[in-house]
Antibody, heavy 125, light 111 residues
Framework: EVQLVESGGGLIQPGGSLRLSCAAS????????MHWVRQAPGKGLVWVSR????????RYADSVKGRFTLSRDNAKNTLYLQMNSLRAEDTAVYYC??????????????????WGQGALVTVSS | QSVLTQPPSVSGAPGQRVTISCTGS?????????VHWYQQLPGTAPKVLMY???NRPSGVPDRFSGSKSGTSASLAITGLQAEDEADYYC???????????FGGGTKLTVL
């Protein structure tokens, strides 16, 4: 059974740092790209960041670029999101999600087939 | 402001049919990227409801169906049930942004 379990959330002051972890099990972790998606209280889903199979390439939403760093340890089946210079607008539930990619009509498509339960990050003084 | 546009809310009585639209542009849905739908029940994480425009994962009832045309997609739910009350999100890929994009979400209320 595929499981994604986030940890590391909590209350942090503006300007502070926090590291989220996502422990993966039930599948070959190194075979999948992984992402973080966040949801502010009462708001919709927003893509945050993604990392490729071996961690050699990552991408970020403009809102977190330069402040967040995504990494992975395939030996430990764990995904990490280092969040620095946190702002009030970073307050959200952060979901670790698995990328299912496939080819069709000369394009590469992707969706998120498994989601973690989410980790709440609250940035407030 | 989400890249994909959804109505904030829809409602219907038990047994009725409702549709949720998802409107994009030439850089995402119109470019040919597939649309996927997620259902988020209150207090839970989203789960995939429809992938590749029209495909249901195992366990999703055939009361749910998807379609796509041009720069828009739709999710239809027939035989509405109380347990369908949830938030629904569409998702695709945008080649201008080189990123996954979501709709703003639609809250379905079963009257």
């Amino acid at each position: 059974e595929v499981q994604l379990v986030e940890s590391g959330g909590g209350l942090i002051q503006p300007g502070g740092s926090l590291r989220l972890s996502c422990a993966a099990s039930g599948f070959t972790f190194s075979d999948y790209w992984m992402h973080w998606v966040r949801q502010a209280p009462g708001k919709g889903l927003v893509w945050v960041s993604r990392i490729n199979f071996d961690g050699s390439e990552s991408r970020y939403a403009d809102s977190v670029k330069g402040r967040f760093t995504l990494s992975r340890d395939n030996a430990k089946n764990t995904l990490y999101l280092q969040m620095n210079s946190l702002r009030a607008e970073d307050t959200a539930v952060y979901y670790c999600v698995r990328d299912y990619g496939y080819s069709g009509h000369k394009l590469w498509h992707k969706y998120f087939d498994y989601w973690g339960q989410g980790a709440l990050v609250t940035v407030s003084s | 402001q989400s890249v994909l546009t959804q109505p904030p809310s829809v409602s219907g009585a038990p047994g009725q049919r409702v549709t949720i639209s998802c409107t994009g542009s030439s850089s995402n849905i119109g470019a040919g990227y597939d649309v996927h739908w997620y259902q988020q029940l209150p207090g839970t994480a989203p789960k995939v409801l429809m992938y590749g425009d029209t495909n249901r994962p195992s366990g999703v009832p055939d009361r749910f169906s998807g379609s796509k045309s041009g720069t828009s997609a739709s999710l239809a739910i027939t035989g509405l049930q109380a347990e369908d009350e949830a938030d629904y999100y569409c998702q695709s890929y945008d080649n201008n942004l080189s990123a996954v994009v979501f709709g703003g979400g639609t809250k379905l209320t079963v009257l």
